[in-house]
């Protein structure tokens, strides 16, 4: 891994190279949209499977509308929400052109894994809109992980995952929202496909748009496969009293505040690590930070959120290996 500036990153985004930069949601690892053979690169930097679609940033919403069929509802989903942690799919602008008869400036085949739809969204982090506005280009980003694995959602996570390359990296340090964007389709009714920060209450709330959550088994940017999977087994509880039996000597323990008093009268071994999150959000934020804070351990207990807000649940029914519910 090597930091660089903004515009240097830049640069290489514009030769068709390959960039690690934040977002306010994670990590991404990007290249130029408009180029497969960029975009090639990224999925064999992550081992990422060739079907699962990735997330095509831009910098403003008149792009939204250069590369997609934007719906009123979308429209105005979009105007509520953007930037930030939200991600749109719809119809892609130029679906039934081939692709030898498209503009140069059109998005590639590999980031749409040929479809006829396209995942975009406009990330707030000043970082990487700055980024966005100096190289000119849609940016092709996933997180900056190994399929599968932990998104980072810090500098020191995104190094870790790629410390064994020389992929350029910018530093924007901690992530503000920790985990990633909300993924709403438009194709035919509303519906999140994969659930983040913002929920379908605040949509209706902002909007009065009516959006299902029906979450996505492949095809969507994120989904189809196993993620979010930590190092060791992550096993999630619903009371901190049912952990106390399968404490290993080294077990990471994630727990609210309130159970604080609690473990503390407990016998728990000291080499066990204990981190405590106030409540739901700050739960959200710091999730990929604690789980790879505990890697070294034997396992982890977190845990259960039986809550789509702000994408505690799919995370964790995702990445667990066992469960105490």
């Known amino acids: ?29 990007g290249a130029n949209a408009c180029s497969n053979e960029a975009c090639r690169k990224i999925y064999q930097y ?13 910098y403003s919403n008149e792009e939204l509308a250069k590369y ?22 719809a119809q892609r602008i130029d ?37 966005l506005r100096m190289c000119k280009l849609p940016i092709a980003a996933p997180s900056a992980n190994v399929s599968g694995k932990l998104s980072p959602s810090d500098f020191d996570m995104a190094r870790y995952n790629f410390a064994n390359t020389q992929l350029p990296m910018l530093d924007g340090g901690v992530c503000e929202f920790g985990i990633e964007s909300t993924i709403v389709s438009f194709i035919d009714e509303p519906r999140i496909l994969r659930t983040g920060y913002i929920s379908a209450e605040d949509i209706y709330k902002r909007t009065g748009v ?6 996505s088994r492949g095809g969507t940017p994120g989904s189809g496969y196993k993620h979010y999977t930590p190092e060791v ?41 204990i981190r405590f999150v106030a409540n739901n959000a700050d739960y959200s934020r710091r999730l990929y930070q604690l789980l790879h804070e505990c890697r070294h351990m034997e396992n982890i207990f977190a ?7 702000f994408g505690l649940q799919e995370r964790l029914e995702k990445a667990m290996t066992d469960a105490f519910l």
């Not at 992550?46 to 997330?55: E, F, H, S, T, V």
């Not at 081939?98 to 479809?115: F, M, T, Y």
């Open 68 to 89: 997609a069929k934007l719906s009123l509802e979308a429209s105005k989903v979009i105007e509520a929400f953007t930037p930030g942690p939200l991600t749109i799919i």
């Open 210 to 215: 009516d959006v299902s959550v029906g979450l």
């Open 303 to 309: 845990p259960y959120v039986k809550d789509s807000q």
């Open 233 to 273: 087994d992550l096993i999630v509880y619903a009371r901190i009293d049912d952990i106390i039996s399968s404490l290993g000597k080294r077990s990471g323990i994630i727990a609210f505040e309130q159970d604080k008093q609690k473990l503390e009268n407990m016998h728990i071994p000291q080499e066990c690590i």
């Open 46 to 58: 992550k081992g990422r499977p060739p079907d699962n679609p990735l997330i095509v940033h831009v």
């Open 95 to 131: 679906a039934d052109v081939l692709p030898e008869n498209r503009e140069p400036s059109a998005i590639a085949d590999v980031p749409c894994c040929g479809k006829k739809t396209i995942a975009l969204r406009i990330p707030s982090h000043s970082i990487a809109r700055s980024l």
């Open 1 to 29: 891994m090597i930091r660089v500036h903004l515009d240097q990153a830049a640069s290489i985004l514009q030769a068709g190279g390959v960039v690690i930069f934040p977002t306010e949601t994670v990590y991404g690892i």
